[in-house]
């Protein structure tokens, strides 16, 4: 009895050690699923990375499914028509036929069903590669735009029609594998029932006939489908993308063509089949109807006819030709880049600005970035990083109430930087359980005045504010740096911030981390990182958790990598906490007639800012909100995955307020509409107004200015509001062309408004305004004095801002030192109106001075040329003297330097 028991309870220890190591290999090769399940879960996203998993293999299922019962049944009635002939009647000569038959026909359930699985599986894995594609068709709605030339609704070519290419390819492939494979066979055992005098079963006949109408219906398909290729053509680029008269007058007829008679072969072929007595008549009429496919497919594919009536019928008269096709192109390119409601407005400057004391002129000024970001991370590195192991990896601009008034600010959050610790101090409890995180953050003013300190809005560790700034969270345990795993809280203690001498230790008591209490999940992290200390150490806690993937765009990468992300996430501070936004785009290539861009997104014809994605610096959380609900692609996505993403009235009120328009997306508009702002078929095709970005220091070598943000009232009137500015020149030319502001302040977010300067009058660009300032004796006197030994001048990118009916260019003049400490002053500002340049410690008194001067050189050139009398001017009518009233006096002309 004892024994029996003794035995009992060995087999049941072997049970249990075998369902341990069981469930740990299992748990060792499902390691990755399971981590980031737990990674999923622990923000709230476990069902929609199970749903993620569950759709892509449901999708390989059903596609396997799908050609593994085209495979199947066809072998199953191919089975149904072979081994008809007797054995012991096929004579020796086919009898090695006959064998192959009969080992086909017999061992039937073990040979074509794995046979039909395998091809199945071959062709399905390049469709289960796509298979976001099919969920875009399932779950895709409506767009409500429809295309120009086949009256589609957009939608069309968004979702099904990439699909519908991609299918038509798979299943010819899987039917010409069947058709190819079946004809063999049947051949055999015609061969067979030949020897014996017997016919291949009729069934077998109608069974290839059929295979062969369905190859040939799905060339058809094919070639329907190439209707819809036409209108991603780019033979008549760099003029316009699409169709042309030569497409859709030659080649689409063409291609109906080529459908047809494709069909008219295919019917004929099967009739050769199955005829009797008329078949050789029946072939004539197939190989004729085959020659003139061939003849129409070469027509379609040779470029030969195409150039003929591009040469004689289309290039004569190409613009009236042409017309129809260039307005769609036009269309559908501002379609595609959101650009169909911009507004066009006439800016006529002023040489003379606006009083100092009219309304929002000091109000603007206040507000204008005289910091260039590059130059204010020497700043904040110097006097804020306050420890080694501190960055600040980005300066980031944004608007905060300071008292009574809205004021522009960059602000930048104090991040850890593990790797400037000691190198007696790097070891794996540093790294990953005492500095795990970044503190506070810094905030001035976008300006200020020469030779006036800093003010700090918030400074300091901790946080400190004299303009009631206050942050309950300021630990960054998730930002912009390069960050390893941490393991918080834990007994070791997490020190916070420095305090004199000492260190403020805490415990981490956010939501974020992944909890690593069990040995079971400290094995598997162990594996998971490959770093046995996460198993042997003996600080880790039961309310322990594993923060990664800490990095703000590794995270969200890592739960939505179909959304394309903007170039940074900015930050935002409220009393709550730090938070980062990330806007997030969805594109396409398929927008139909939009002319294609390259971009550090692939290559796009349709781009849409669909997602604003905010990042808890403390917590990790990420929450995603719908920022254009009107984009098709963004609400396919919102069907495929609920609870994914938000309405944007449910973000948080304090961080909605700090949104702005995306430079990715504004700089990609632009670029568009510098060439597409002209929707006049016939001036576009000129093509003699194109833009281009202007140059930010006059120097082509230096590269082209990008969009920055300031506060101005050129929406409405009166009203100030945070905005993004871009300005553009001519192409090839240095003058001022444009500006380009997009709103980032509610109602006006997302509204683009293009200032145009009239054609016919100079309007400085930003090479012509350095011109002046390097030939300025006074200014370049001041820049030998204050460029020499021991320090260093460093003159800031250069603003375009109209205040009032005046353009203003602005640029700061720092003064830094030359060693390894920098931190630079803010010498100077010049500023000119385009024929004037002054330079002074503040922008008030710039403004002051210019206004000054410049209604100095007003009266100069009126005494110098009064104006002409009624008599004078029937003089200068004449010809005989005097100065015409249709031109410009001299004075107009002249350049006036300070």
């Known amino acids: 009895m004892k024994s029996r028991l003794k035995w009992r309870l060995i087999l049941v220890s072997l049970a249990m050690v075998g369902i341990a190591a069981l469930l740990v290999g299992v748990s060792i090769v499902f390691l990755d699923y399971l981590v980031n399940f737990w ?9 929609y990375y199970l749903l993620r998993l569950f759709y892509r293999y449901l999708i390989f299922a059903l596609i396997t499914l799908l050609f593994f019962l085209i495979f199947f049944l066809n072998f199953r009635i191919a089975l149904r028509y072979l081994g008809s002939a007797s054995p012991s009647a096929v004579s020796k000569k086919y009898q090695g036929y006959e064998k192959l038959v009969r080992v086909f026909r017999r061992g039937s359930p073990w040979l074509y069903n794995p046979l039909a699985l395998v091809l199945a599986v071959l062709v399905a894995i390049p469709l289960f590669r796509q298979w976001q594609g099919f969920l875009f068709y399932v779950f895709g709605p409506d767009a409500g735009i429809t295309d120009p030339v086949y009256g589609k609704d957009i939608s069309f070519y968004l979702f099904s029609y990439p699909i519908y290419t991609l299918i038509q390819r798979r299943l010819l492939f899987a039917f010409l594998v069947l058709l190819l494979g079946l004809a063999l066979i049947y051949w055999l055992e015609h061969r067979l029932m030949s020897s014996i005098g017997r016919k291949l079963p009729r069934g077998a006949k109608w069974h290839l006939s059929l295979l062969i109408l369905l190859v040939f219906f799905i060339e058809i398909w094919d070639f329907f489908l190439q209707r819809y290729s036409l209108l991603y053509g780019s033979s008549h680029q760099p003029l316009f993308f699409g169709p042309g008269f030569v497409e859709m007058h030659i080649i689409l007829p063409l291609i109906w063509g080529t459908l047809i008679l494709l069909g008219a072969t295919a019917f004929s072929l099967v009739y050769v089949i199955h005829a009797k007595k008329s078949w050789r008549r029946g072939l004539k009429v197939t190989l004729a109807f085959g020659m003139l496919f061939v003849l129409s497919l070469a027509g379609r594919h040779s470029t030969f006819l195409p150039k003929i009536v591009e040469k004689y019928l289309v290039k004569p008269s190409e613009i009236s030709r042409e017309k129809p096709f260039i307005e769609s192109s036009i269309r559908a390119t501002l379609q595609g880049y959101k650009l169909e409601e911009v507004e066009i407005r006439k800016f006529n400057p002023e040489r003379l600005p606006r009083d100092i004391d009219a309304p929002n002129v000091r109000q ?43 004021q522009q600010v960059f602000l930048a959050a104090r991040e850890l930087d593990y790797t ?26 976008a300006s200020q005045g020469a030779d006036e300190p800093i003010a700090w809005f918030l400074k300091g560790i901790p946080p400190q504010s004299e303009y009631g700034f206050t942050v309950k969270e300021p630990g960054i345990y998730y930002g912009l740096g390069t960050y390893t795993y941490a393991i918080a809280p834990n007994s070791a203690g997490e020190m916070d911030y ?56 590794q995270r969200i990468r890592s739960l939505t990598p179909f959304f394309s992300l903007d170039r940074a996430p900015y930050l935002v501070v409220t009393s709550k906490g730090l938070y980062w936004v990330q806007d997030g785009y969805t594109t396409s290539s398929w927008f139909p007639n939009a002319t294609p861009r390259t971009t550090d997104k692939g290559r796009i014809n349709y781009m849409r800012n669909s997602v604003k994605i905010v990042v808890d610096a403390y917590n990790g959380t990420v929450d995603f909100y719908i920022a254009d609900p009107a984009d098709p692609i963004v609400r396919a996505y ?31 508009q632009m670029a568009v509409y510098a060439k597409y702002h002209m929707t006049d078929p016939s001036v576009y095709y000129e093509q003699e107004d194109v833009w281009e970005f ?53 109602p006006y977010y997302g509204k683009i408004i293009l200032y145009e300067f009239p054609k016919g009058e100079l309007v400085y660009g930003l090479p012509q305004i350095y011109a002046l300032i390097n030939e300025e004796p006074k200014i370049a006197k001041a820049f030998t004095l204050w460029d020499q030994a021991g320090s260093q001048l460093v003159q800031g990118i250069m603003l375009i801002l109209p205040v009032g009916n005046t353009i203003l260019y602005i640029q700061p003049i720092y003064l830094q030192a030359s060693g390894k400490i920098k931190i630079p002053e803010l010498q100077r500002i010049i500023m000119s109106q385009g024929q004037i340049v002054v330079m002074e410690k503040s922008l008030e008194e710039g403004y002051a001075g210019l206004n000054k001067l410049t209604a100095k050189e007003e009266t100069a050139v009126e005494s110098r040329f009064p104006a002409l009398s009624p008599a004078s001017e029937k003089m200068g009518k004449g010809g005989s003297s005097g100065v015409s009233s249709g031109e410009k006096s001299p004075g107009d002309e002249t350049k006036k330097k300070n």
């Open 39 to 47: 990674w999923f879960d622990s923000l709230g996203y476990g069902f």
């Open 364 to 406: 603007t000024l206040r507000n204008i970035p005289l910091w260039d970001r590059g130059v204010l991370a020497d700043v904040y590195r110097d006097l804020q990083e306050l420890r080694n192991y501190y960055v600040f990896p980005k300066i980031n601009v944004g608007r905060y109430p300071i008292g009574e008034r809205k």
């Open 420 to 445: 400037q610790l000691p190198g007696g101090a790097k070891n794996w409890i540093n790294q990953h359980l005492s500095y795990t995180h970044g503190y506070g953050a810094v905030m001035t003013p």
């Open 498 to 553: 420095p305090k004199g001498n000492d260190n403020v230790m805490t415990n981490y008591r956010g939501k974020g981390g992944v909890s690593v209490s069990s040995y079971w999940r400290k094995l598997l992290f162990g594996l998971y990182f490959q770093e046995k200390d996460i198993f042997f150490t003996n600080k880790i806690k039961e309310d322990s958790k594993i923060l990664f993937r800490r990095n703000v765009r």
């Open 638 to 668: 919102d069907r495929m995955y609920p609870g994914l993403l938000k309405e944007l009235s449910r973000m948080d009120k304090d961080i909605l307020r700090h949104i702005r328009y995306p430079q990715d997306f504004f700089e990609t």
């Open 694 to 746: 202007s140059n930010a220091r006059g120097d082509k070598s230096v590269g082209t200015e990008v969009s920055y943000f300031a506060t101005l009232d050129l929406i409405e009137p009166g009203r100030l509001d945070f905005l993004l500015l871009l300005p553009m020149n001519p192409r090839n030319r240095d003058n001022l062309r444009a500006l380009a502001v997009g709103g980032c302040d509610q």
